[in-house]
């Protein structure tokens, strides 16, 4: 059993972690799991924030019971409804049919649809508040981070936001609860793929949430994934201020599709080039070895791309085209690109690339390289100029 931990009087986290479930959203990959967190205070009236995926909910229930040791629980709020945090719902009403769940008016139908739970609601609205007793919660709407319903629940007595996906993360809760109690730089890669793979799309929702945010005094930010900050909260707030306003670094994302070298020894021949130039940041992947959650996440990092694929049945590779889908589906902002291409009789990565840089528009920063086989002189010239000119960009 997962035990309650106290983080003020009468406010627990009641979590789990997650080490057996591969893929989040059944995507994206969790090499270091994920936490699942719901917080309970204990006051006149007993309320749950959340809850946790329902392959856990056993262990949540009993460690929720056993906190209470005997009280009911009278009010659910559900600041969102993706199931990593409402998959309890249901066997939480089991246990406390009397409980009235709050939400909003986009909280319910999806509540109805997901579970067919149409009672006992009380629907609340920007500002609105909920009387506790010695405490007051209030509820601020903080729609698209992550899905239209989303809102989170500030305690404004001892200054907590609870603040569903907002600042959450990948990765387990190893020992440690607080951000002072965890090893953060551990984590770091695991919190700005959190980010970049589950918020990124929502860049602008995200600047919206942070100014109307910014306006309360914050001592505690309890997310449903990662973990509490208390002794950071400056830093997450900065981390996700900049990643929301597609700032980036200086550095170069060469991702690439072969099948038999041709591709992946341009891709090796720019980055030789920048490093001539440089530039020091450069990851090159093979989009056939390297899922799209850490492609996007190195993109969302560094301000170039650069992007190389053979064709394919006429058309671009496939995990080439799969990653430029994501992209587009992002909508990730304010990059610098190139493309190289590779083909044995006909062209057919170019056009897609083409298009999806029409789509993006990105700045492109040089003529693009289209190689037949094994890179000749002309193509070598080709990489040098890509390379050569994104660099003169990053370091102008
Ligand atoms: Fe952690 Fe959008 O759910």
């Known amino acids: 059993m997962n035990q309650a931990v106290e983080l003020k009087k009468g406010i627990y986290r009641i979590g789990v972690n997650d080490r057996r479930t591969h893929l989040f959203e059944n995507y994206w990959p969790l090499p270091k799991g994920v936490a699942y967190n719901s917080y309970v205070i204990v006051d006149e009236k007993v309320v749950v924030v959340d809850t946790v995926e329902r392959s856990r909910m056993d262990d949540y229930l009993e460690s929720l019971e056993t906190t209470l040791n005997g009280k009911k629980v009278d009010y659910l709020i559900v600041n969102h409804m993706e199931p990593d945090h409402s998959g309890a719902i249901k066997a939480l009403l089991c246990h406390y049919p009397d409980m009235t769940i709050v939400g909003n008016c986009k909280t319910f139908p999806m509540l ?8 006992n609601l009380l629907e609340v609205k920007e500002g609105s508040t909920l009387d506790l007793g010695s405490r007051k919660l209030q509820f601020y709407m903080a729609p698209m981070l992550h899905w239209p319903e989303t809102m989170v629940t500030y305690l404004p007595s001892e200054h907590i936001l ?14 440690g609860i607080f951000d002072d ?3 953060l730089d551990y984590l770091e890669e695991e919190i700005s793929r ?12 995200a600047q919206t949430a942070l100014k109307k945010l910014g306006t309360l005094p914050i001592d505690m930010i309890c997310a449903t994934h990662g973990p509490i900050w208390r002794s950071h909260i400056k830093d997450i707030i900065a981390k996700y201020d900049k990643w929301s306003r597609y700032e980036t670094e200086e550095g170069v994302v060469i991702a690439f599709s072969s099948m038999y070298g041709h ?9 030789r080039f920048l490093a001539e130039k440089g530039i020091r940041k450069i990851r090159i992947h093979d989009t056939s070895k390297t899922h799209p959650s850490y492609l996007i996440n ?8 650069i992007l190389g694929s053979c064709s394919y049945n006429g058309g671009i590779f496939p995990t080439m085209e799969t990653l430029l889908s994501e ?8 990059h610098y690109l190139a493309f190289f291409a590779n083909k044995t009789w006909s062209g057919g990565a170019l056009p897609r690339f083409t298009q999806f840089a029409d789509k993006m528009k990105w700045e492109i920063v040089a003529p693009h390289a289209d190689a037949s086989g094994h890179p000749k002189n002309q193509d070598v010239e080709d990489c040098k100029a890509i390379a050569y000119a994104m660099a003169e960009k990053l370091k102008a």
Do not use: C, W
């Open 112 to 119: 109805e649809n997901f579970y067919g739970i149409h009672h």
């Open 162 to 175: 609870f603040s569903g996906d907002i600042f959450g993360a990948f990765g387990t809760l190893d020992g």
């Open 263 to 271: 591709t992946e020894n341009m891709a090796d021949m720019i980055g």
């Open 181 to 183: 109690q965890l090893d």
């Open 298 to 305: 190195d993109i969302f990092r560094y301000k170039g791309v």
């Open 327 to 334: 992209l587009e589906h992002i909508g990730v902002k304010n």
């Open 194 to 205: 959190y980010y970049s793979n589950i918020v990124g799309k929502y860049g602008v929702p």
